[in-house]
């Protein structure tokens, strides 16, 4: 599809997940645009709480409080949000979930939950909001993927699941609307960010779960999808361990995997003890928690341990491309 420049001033634009974290941030950044925004989450005073700080930056903003994994309730959330912006220009489909721990550990009904949020979830915001971008025949839907749709994710099972299927979902829907120019699919795709999303997800480990060093501020990931709003492109990649991940997983998917594995398991060994925690899986959080997950202390910016991580991918691919050759 051929990329085109948007105006953000006065669009209306539909963000889900927009109670914390990336949401939060890609909220506000729309908000500094002049954008109209309808912010939808499960937490409706969290929800309005963010939409009061969009006001406060000078721009019209609706508070939904709505669950993505229920279809009906997104298709009145679209229906809200046309009549609320006379039509719908930008959907950002944000939200996201994860349930780390042994496959066969981890509840089956947990498993489920990740897949319905993070996949079907999506999918009932595409279906909901692609019949009014095909009456406009214009529209922006952005997906909030990351680096999991490219490489798997062991001891994140559902997840890797989740974010492989969004990846194909959005591809196949890009081949679908080829004769659309003015709709177009967008994916995001992050390497790790410092939100709230790790303590909300489920821990089944028993273990203080944490991401390695460099983190991204979700603010940079906000101003990428403003960017992208503004300038549609079917993929757009953040962070270097995004780069790096997707090359070596492409050339030795095996051996990318069996690495993420060695390095998980070796970090559960170590990390301090914890309970056992189903998180915001089916429910929301008691607390948003704002922008950021305070990960990203000083001593967590690009260390020593994120350098060694970025050896180590490189180090995949050199050894995969050596054995190809031979």
Not at 11 to 29: K, L
Not at 247 to 269: G, M
């Amino acid at each position: 599809m051929k990329a085109h420049r948007n105006s953000i001033r006065g669009a209306t634009v539909v963000i889900t997940g927009a109670s914390s974290g990336i949401g939060q941030a890609t909220a506000e950044a729309f908000a500094r645009q002049g954008a109209r925004l309808v912010l939808v989450a499960r937490d409706g005073g969290a929800t309005e709480a963010v939409a009061q700080d969009c006001r406060d930056l000078g721009a019209d903003a609706l508070a939904i409080a709505a669950d993505i994994t229920d279809a009906m309730a997104i298709t009145e959330v679209v229906q809200q949000a046309a009549d609320y912006g006379g039509g719908i220009d930008i959907w950002v489909s944000n939200v996201g979930t994860g349930a780390v721990g042994a496959f066969h550990e981890v509840p089956i009904e947990a498993h489920e939950q990740v897949v319905r949020t993070n996949l079907i979830g999506h999918m009932n915001d595409a279906h909901a909001v692609l019949p009014v971008f095909l009456r406009q025949r214009r529209g922006v839907f952005i997906n909030m993927i990351s680096l999991g749709g490219f490489a798997a994710a062991p001891y994140a099972a559902a997840y890797s699941a989740s974010k492989f299927g969004l990846r194909g979902f959005a591809e196949a829907l890009r081949g679908e609307l080829m004769h659309e120019p003015g709709i177009h699919i967008c994916d995001i795709y992050p390497s790790f960010v410092d939100t709230p999303g790790i303590a909300h997800g489920a821990n089944y480990t028993g273990r203080e779960l944490s991401a390695p060093p460099p983190m991204l501020d979700a603010r940079r990931v906000a101003d990428a999808i403003v960017a992208v709003a503004a300038r549609p492109r079917p993929t757009t990649m953040l962070g270097a361990p995004t780069a790096l991940i997707r090359l070596a997983h492409a050339v030795s998917p095996e051996l990318t995997t069996r690495a993420t594995a060695l390095f998980l398991e070796s970090y559960f060994r170590r990390a301090p003890r914890t309970a056992i925690d189903g998180g915001t899986l089916f429910r929301p959080p008691a607390s948003p928690g704002g922008i950021d997950g305070g990960l990203r202390s000083p001593a967590q910016r690009p260390t020593v341990t994120g350098v060694a991580l970025g050896l180590a991918a490189l180090g995949v691919v050199a050894v995969a491309l050596k054995g190809r050759r031979r």
